[in-house]
């Protein structure tokens, strides 16, 4: 099993910024990508940006330019650098690790951003 554990999170002003951390650990081998994931109420989760396994990055169209997703192989995390924040970032992010065929999911952390 792999946990995730994130950091970050909270309320910030439309304009401001705010960065996210995962932490993952437990039974890690291959890691085929990880990155976030976030569900606004009564929206559907969505992807937000992950790194793959080749150092490729993705983003959701209305994220890019302003989040960056970035790793740290060697302790095992995923950062959300969120720059620019607008009231329609507000949602729960999740973490989210890909190995193999096996998806990962942390707890979730809350990211409000007041107009």
């Known amino acids: 099993q792999v946990q995730l554990v994130e950091s970050g999170g909270g309320l910030v002003e439309a304009g401001g910024s705010m960065r996210l951390a995962c932490l993952a650990s437990?039974?890690?081998?291959?890691?085929?990508?990880m990155g976030w994931y976030r569900q606004a109420p009564g929206k559907q989760r969505e992807p937000v940006a992950s790194?793959?396994?080749?150092?490729?990055?993705i983003y959701t169209d209305s994220v890019k330019g302003r989040f960056t997703v970035s790793r740290d192989h060697d302790k095992n995390m995923v950062y959300l650098q969120m720059d620019s924040l607008k009231p329609e970032d507000t949602a729960v992010y999740y973490c989210?690790?890909?190995?193999?065929?096996?998806?990962?999911w942390g707890q979730g952390t809350q990211v409000t951003v007041s107009a």
């Open positions: 989210n690790l890909l190995q193999g065929t096996d998806n990962y």
């Open positions: 437990g039974n890690i081998h291959v890691i085929n990508a």
């Open positions: 790194m793959l396994m080749n150092g490729k990055t």
